[in-house]
Structure formats: structure tokens, C-alpha cells
Nanobody, 125 residues
Framework: VQLVESGGGLVQPGGSLRLSCAAS????????IGWFRQAPGKEREGVGC????????YYADSVKGRFTISRDNAKSTVYLQIDSLKPEDTAVYYC???????????????????WGQGTQVTVSS
């Protein structure tokens, strides 16, 4: 089981990035995927998630309207589009998988059983 994030980098405020989460060693189709981030000196926080079936998405209030999660099961990849980047978006971004799903919120962090290594996003002028 492996999840590999990519697409991070240094970007100016107001810019955009698309992060990818490539899955291998398991069938992505039947798993829900969450995106998390951890800023320096802060706890890891969930930014959103996407279901396996109808591709339902949920987002943290802090990123709603700027972050978009999508998935391409044929490519075993989940994406995180980040627009209108702010310096406070600077963090290591992680994807993770879970079998849990709720119809009103993302699963809690401890419900995810496999994690990627993370990709660094730095927003600075």
C-alpha cells in the first residue's frame, strides 16, 4: 500500500497549485481519500476529503472556495487544486485513505490507515 504526493513547490501569493496523490498496492476505487496539512509548529489539520462512490467532497471552513478535491480512479490518483494561495497555506500536504465515510463530515484523522510522505507547499513573495 503506497500513497505518493507530488506537485508541491514555491508559489507566490494568489497563485495556484495542483497536488497529486498517486495510489498503488490497493484498489483506490473503494476508498475515501482525505487531504491534510501541517504547518511549521502546528498540528496536522484536515483540509478536505472525497468519497469513493459519488465523489462527494467536504472541506474545512478555512479552505472552502479555494480548495477543490477530485479523483481519477482510472489513474489511481486523487488531486487537490489550490487556488488563491495565501502565506498561511504554507505547509506539508498529505493524502491518506480510509474506509470510513459520513454524510456530513470528513472522517477523523485516526480513521485513516495509510498516509503518504507529504509534499511541501510554500507560499511566499
Amino acid at each position: 500500500v503506497q500513497l505518493v504526493e507530488s506537485g508541491g513547490g514555491l508559489v507566490q501569493p494568489g497563485g495556484s497549485l495542483r497536488l497529486s496523490c498517486a495510489a498503488s498496492g490497493f484498489t483506490l476505487d473503494v476508498y475515501e481519500i482525505g487531504w491534510f496539512r501541517q504547518a511549521p509548529g502546528k498540528e496536522r489539520e484536515g483540509v478536505g476529503c472525497i468519497s469513493s462512490g459519488n465523489y462527494k467532497t467536504y472541506y474545512a471552513d478555512s479552505v472552502k472556495g479555494r480548495f477543490t478535491i477530485s479523483r481519477d480512479n482510472a489513474k489511481s490518483t486523487v488531486y487537490l487544486q489550490i487556488d488563491s494561495l495565501k502565506p498561511e497555506d504554507t505547509a506539508v500536504y498529505y493524502c491518506a485513505r480510509t474506509s470510513a465515510w459520513y454524510y456530513y463530515r470528513c472522517p477523523k484523522e485516526d480513521e485513516f490507515d495509510a498516509w503518504g510522505q507529504g509534499t511541501q507547499v510554500t507560499v511566499s513573495s
